[in-house]
């Protein structure tokens, strides 16, 4: 079954980095693109990049444009969310997802806490 297990977060000062790793199982990693989103307390989930299949092609939110960058290696089966500057608003559960068969699968998620 798909599986999908999220790792690096934690509590790091604002202008501060974190690495997210999310480990894929389960299906063909290489042939789906993969997502990170977060969802902050009181707020609802959002998309924060994508990456397709092959790692050509990414894209982001408008907030966190030239700070995060999602990135993969199929040998692994793992995507990545390399985050820079970061800042309180930050804050939240960051999630990945793929979608199979019209389905979508999430993991457990991670939490990332951005204070002083």
């Known amino acids: 079954q798909v599986q999908l297990v999220e790792s690096g977060g934690g509590l790091v000062q604002p202008g501060g980095s974190l690495r997210l790793s999310c480990a894929a199982s389960?299906?063909?990693?290489?042939?789906?693109?993969m997502s990170w989103y977060r969802q902050a307390p009181g707020k609802e989930r959002e998309l924060v990049a994508f990456i397709s299949s092959a790692g050509d092609s990414t894209n982001y939110a408008d907030s966190v444009k030239g700070r995060f960058t999602i990135s993969r290696d199929n040998a692994k089966n793992t995507v990545y969310l390399q985050m820079n500057s970061l800042k309180p608003e930050d804050t939240a559960v960051y999630y990945c997802?793929?979608?199979?068969?019209?389905?979508?699968?999430w993991g457990q998620g991670t939490q990332v806490s951005v204070s002083l």
């Open positions: 389960g299906f063909t990693f290489s042939r789906y693109g």
């Open positions: 997802k793929t979608v199979s068969f019209g389905r979508a699968f």
